[in-house]
């Protein structure tokens, strides 16, 4: 296999186990080793495979260092992996981890103990947080996986965190919600669009993850900089986890809507439409008409519900709970010219002239030219699931 065969391969591959990583150091060193043009390596294959090693949260000894800030390799030989002992166990919300044998165990996060005990689960509030344990005087540490590991999530708007009743004071429970921040860019959606009698409510404790309450004609818009996130995407993504109080109420439940400039629509994703108490996603063709597609009957209970929209495959997909629900045909050859976004809401109702009450955790947009993996998906509907309860199993 040559360099290049081997760095996609390695790009494409998210296995955690051990083995397999060995397996691949030991295949780059080799190559490394009869390259007469090493500098090429540096930069490419072994930047490549030291990336993977750090967002896949396996030992630091894998790593062929020494290497900079994005992972090239810069030294001029190369030692065989040290330290290998390390965490065992994926570092993700709800899975365990195993610290290696010892007498003494100390878990902390930022500084904190939070177990002795040589196992220790991280929550939801955990992503993105470094894991240590000190074992006999020897420290381990990983890192929990968060959504901004994956280079296309563009947004991720948690109801934990930067919600504000005004200003910058923050929203406590049963506030009206004016600002709600994402935590990967800082982008903003607006409650109520300026209306104070289209405020939704802030809400802490109703689900296993604070949320977003909105009553009726609550709604949000985003602003600009958010809007632009998906422009000219070839593959738009959303994940919404979201409770529907009132699935058979009203009219249209839309969870999550991207607009075009003319008004049309890009696509809606949400719990009814037409009558029909029914999951559904409407996405634009490339000949400007829309193709709806439906899945199951709507509940009031939470689900994470996903768009899946590959304009340049000429595919869009519903998905609930993990699973593809249904999916329809966008027809025509590549383009990019639907996925250009004018404005985006949030539990908007179109037409918004129903009733619509439901709880919203998160919501979480990604888009690129390359569309997202299997295992990317099944992270991000993990998480979302985690919000409320909902165990989508990790592949």
């Known amino acids: 296999m040559g360099p290049r065969q081997l760095q996609s391969q390695i790009h494409a591959d998210y296995t955690t186990e051990l083995a397999s990583w060995e397996a691949y150091r030991t295949g780059v060193t080799g190559l490394y080793a009869q390259a007469v043009r090493k500098d090429d390596y540096n930069s490419h294959l072994i930047r490549e495979y030291n990336r993977k090693i750090h967002v896949l949260n396996q030992p630091t000894g894998l790593f062929i260092a020494p290497f900079d800030a994005g992972y090239s390799f ?46 220790f689960t991280p929550t939801i509030y955990h992503i993105g947080k470094t894991i240590s344990c000190l074992v006999d005087g020897t420290t ?11 280079s296309a999530v563009k947004a991720f708007w948690w109801a934990n965190t930067g919600v504000f009743k005004s200003g910058n004071i923050v929203a406590q429970d049963g506030d009206p919600v004016y600002g709600w921040y994402d935590i990967i860019n800082n982008y903003y959606a607006i409650g109520g669009a300026n209306n104070v009698n289209n405020m939704p409510k802030y809400e802490a404790t109703d689900l296993a993850s604070p949320s977003i309450r909105n009553d009726f004609t609550d709604f949000y818009t985003m602003n600009s900089e958010a809007e632009d996130v998906l422009n000219s995407v070839k593959n738009a993504y959303c994940f919404i986890g979201a409770k529907d109080n009132f699935p058979s109420s009203g009219s249209n439940h839309t969870m999550f809507a991207v607009i075009g400039s003319g008004n049309e629509i890009i696509f809606n994703l949400g719990s009814k439409i037409s009558g029909s108490a029914a999951f559904y996603l409407q996405s634009k063709k490339t000949d400007g ?24 495959g000429s595919v869009s997909k519903l998905r609930v709970n993990g699973q593809v629900l249904n999916s329809g045909v966008l027809n025509g050859s590549a383009t990019t010219s639907n996925s250009n976004a004018y404005s985006m809401y949030i539990n908007y109702n179109l037409p918004n002239n129903s009733s619509f009450d439901s709880y919203v955790t998160a919501v979480i947009l990604a888009g690129g030219d390359t569309p997202l993996t299997s295992t990317e998906i099944n992270r991000l509907e993990r998480f979302v699931g985690l919000l409320g309860n909902i165990d989508v199993p990790l592949i």
């Open 74 to 119: 810069i030294g001029s030989s190369m030692t065989a992996p040290v330290g290998i002992e390390s965490i065992e166990g994926y570092a993700f919300p709800q899975e365990t981890l195993s610290a290696p044998d010892g007498s003494s165990y100390a878990w902390s996060i930022d500084g904190s103990t939070v177990s002795t005990s040589q196992t």
């Open 289 to 312: 008409t829309a193709v709806l597609v439906t899945g199951s009957s709507a509940n009031s209970n939470y689900n994470v519900i996903g768009a899946e929209v590959l304009f340049n």
């Open 140 to 150: 381990y540490s990983t890192t929990v996986w968060h959504p901004n590991q994956i």
